[in-house]
């Protein structure tokens, strides 16, 4: 399963809590050109509308190759899950204040899938002490490399 896209900035923003798979719609010249890696996550988030979930705010540049369709970069694609899990995710959302996130896209099987996160947003200092810590381990393991 190659991924096409990752959205590191939520990871840094956010504290992951439970992952889901979606489908997502496109047409044919965004599904070349998200499989030739141009498309972007970052700034991207997932909203609710009549029981349905939108991606929205990410980017899909346009593909090079094709003529006739003319489609906005940044338009909002729809998702498919099961029902089921679409009224889980949503009324864990409203209940909790909790945000869905798009952390990764990839193919699975022909198919592009996007990997959600349910989230909830770091404060300030959380993101501090996350930045210090992987700075004390990268020390750690750069003096480890040098004493062997």
Do not use: W
Request: charged share 30%.
């Amino acid at each position: 399963m190659p991924t096409l896209a990752t959205n590191k900035r939520a990871y840094h923003d956010y504290h992951v809590l439970e992952e889901y798979e979606a489908g997502i719609v496109l047409a044919g010249p965004e599904v070349k050109s998200a499989k030739l890696g141009h498309m972007s996550l970052q700034g991207g988030y997932v909203s609710t509308h009549n029981g349905q979930l939108r991606l929205l705010n990410t980017h899909i540049s346009k593909y090079p190759r094709s003529q006739n369709h003319v489609l906005d970069p940044i338009r909002e694609r729809s998702l498919i899950m099961r029902r089921k899990e679409i009224d889980s995710l949503i009324g864990k959302e409203h209940s909790q204040g909790l945000t869905i996130v798009p952390l990764s896209v990839y193919t699975k099987g022909g198919f592009i899938k996007v990997k959600l996160g349910l989230c909830r947003g770091k404060k300030q200092f959380d993101k501090r002490a996350a930045i210090k810590k992987r700075e004390t381990d990268r020390d750690i393991q750069r003096a480890l490399r040098q004493k062997a």
